[in-house]
């Protein structure tokens, strides 16, 4: 199958193809341009020196389309496609508009094909575009990462249908760049006209897969993952009959194309600038900043390294809740059943009380660790998920529940459920918790500034390659808001990780004390040499 560009292909179009042309024009043009004011100044304040690599994915995924009544205008029956049935019914109209004035002012309309080139190009860059955007992270394995500790020792029957679609892609994490290396590839052609047909097909059999895996497991990206289908639908439609006379008739095809004549040196200079310029900053300068993510501040797991000593499967096997001791049962609704450090800043225990579903993808904030919440978005049971600040001086760690939708404690007065740990045990002994204002835990200074002085500042934490203007400025914004959350204050004792003795005051700000004992428990799934993150 031939593909010849013409600057004047001599054929008309029928009146059928006249009017779905208009309407195809302001349907396709209203979703590929952004309908979000957000975007624009973000595009605004875009530091072109110093980027993060969401700098660039927010200008390539945004939403689009006329969103004038919200996405549950027709219920939850469309699931999230109502805004494309609201922009085709105004494209309808427009179009039908459209008709009437042009047979008003040109009875005899011919064709449309400046403005049919000028369309596909569209199409092809806005999906080329995007797809670049979302497959570097897949290429760079972290938009689904490899299982946590407390992931590996959840019970199976716990997760979501969705989050076992992701954990089975995050445990092959080459399978994921394949994935990647796929949807980059689709977008690569796209930049070009002349592979254009390969790059569509490319994209609409991947993204078709996906649509249909996020409807099987109740996903939550089947729009976006459709929004690539349609705009590679639109690119075949082109071919469709060159296709069905080489596929079908088995007789020689040929695709004449409208190509318009850039005949000015200035013309042929903007269009290769162009292209130049999207190809350098969503291949190779998106590569690069993904890379560095991906190495320092994946995308979902949080960035900052844990205690290393902590890190370890613990079995709890001594538990005490204001100086008394609760015996191991697994139908207690207060007592740890096992306990998780992970490599990062993160402790997790899994105890007999369900908690809410979080039924998030577990990005999150994209900058600050406690809202990175993949380790317990689609999890059941009883797995509760902290993240810490660790004073290492001191060996006191600050937490907070990561789940953040949890009853607002700061009325608690600090020391309420008791007088602090008993003395039954010799390693046993009182911990002075920083009770420095009223509220205790939940007041607004729960960490002094002496632990903050020992902690340091948490926009410091990750490694200076990551750094980014746009990350020091959502810290700075993040450090005016005050999260409702469920806390503790834990000082830890251990020797060398074998045993670690954990004691302080619990989200009900009762004084606890938890014996732990690392279990150096095989999986038989093995480890990875491909995950994300330097801890």
């Not at 001599?10 to 952004?34: E, N, T």
């Not at 008709?99 to 092809?124: G, H, K």
């Not at 955007?133 to 992931?151: A, C, E, H, W």
């Amino acid at each position: 199958m031939q593909e010849a560009a013409h600057s004047n292909p001599a054929h008309k179009w029928k009146q059928w193809q006249l009017i779905a042309f208009r309407i195809s024009f302001i349907f396709f043009i209203s979703i590929c341009i952004p309908n979000n004011f957000e975007w624009y100044k973000h595009v605004i304040n875009i530091d072109w020196t110093n980027l993060h690599y969401r700098d660039l994915y927010d200008i390539a995924r945004f939403g689009s389309g006329l969103n004038f009544f919200g996405n549950s205008i027709f219920g939850n029956t469309l699931l999230g496609y109502a805004n494309w049935i609201i922009t085709l019914i105004f494209s309808t109209v427009g179009g039908l508009l459209w008709t009437f004035i042009d047979q008003r002012r040109n009875p005899q309309p011919t064709e449309y094909n400046v403005l049919y080139y000028w369309l596909r190009a569209i199409v092809r860059y806005r999906a080329a575009i995007g797809i670049i955007g979302f497959g570097f992270t897949k290429l760079f394995p972290v938009q689904m990462p490899y299982p946590s500790y407390g992931l590996l020792n959840t019970d199976f029957g716990d997760f979501t249908a969705q989050k076992i679609y992701w954990l089975s892609i995050g445990i092959v994490p080459w399978y994921q760049v394949f994935a990647g290396v796929v949807e980059i590839g689709a977008g690569t052609l796209l930049f070009f006209r002349k592979t254009t047909l390969l790059g569509a097909a490319l994209l609409f059999g991947a993204l078709g897969d996906i649509v249909y895996v996020n409807f099987a497991y109740d996903g939550g990206v089947h729009v976006y993952s459709s929004y690539f289908v349609l705009l590679s639908a639109f690119l075949i439609v082109h071919y469709v009959p060159a296709l069905y006379n080489l596929l079908i008739l088995e007789q020689p095809a040929k695709v004449v194309s409208f190509y318009p004549s850039f005949s000015k040196a200035w013309q042929q200079g903007v269009r290769v600038s162009l292209k130049v310029a999207t190809i350098a900053i969503f291949l190779v300068l998106f590569f690069y900043l993904q890379w560095i993510n991906f190495l320092y501040d994946p995308y979902k797991q949080p960035s900052t390294k844990g205690v290393t000593a902590l890190r370890g499967y613990y079995n709890v096997t001594e538990f005490k809740v204001n100086g008394k001791e609760i015996p191991y049962s697994p139908l207690d609704t207060t007592r740890w059943q096992e306990a998780t450090f992970e490599n990062w800043t993160t402790l997790t225990f899994k105890v007999n009380r369900p908690t809410p579903l979080d039924l998030s993808n577990g990005g999150g904030d994209p900058q600050r660790d406690i809202n990175r919440t993949f380790e317990l978005t689609g999890i059941a049971g009883g797995r509760r998920v902290f993240h810490y600040y660790a004073d290492t001086v001191e060996n006191m760690l600050y937490l907070q529940d990561k789940y953040k939708a949890l009853p607002d404690r700061r009325n608690v007065v600090a020391g309420a459920g008791g007088d602090g740990p008993g003395n039954g045990s010799p390693a046993e002994k009182r911990v002075e918790i920083p009770e420095n204002r009223k509220g205790g835990i939940y007041s607004d200074t729960w960490i002094s500034k002496k632990a903050w002085s020992n902690i340091g500042e948490e926009v410091n934490f990750i490694d200076p390659r990551a750094s980014s203007t746009r990350r020091n400025r959502e810290f700075a914004e993040a450090g005016k808001k005050l999260d409702k959350r469920n806390r503790m204050v834990l000082q830890y004792q251990t020797d060398d990780g074998q045993r670690v003795i954990l004691q302080g005051l619990n989200e009900d700000q009762d004084s606890l004390y938890v014996v732990l004992d690392k279990v150096d428990r095989q999986y038989i799934l093995s480890k990875s040499d491909l995950v994300a993150g330097k801890y």
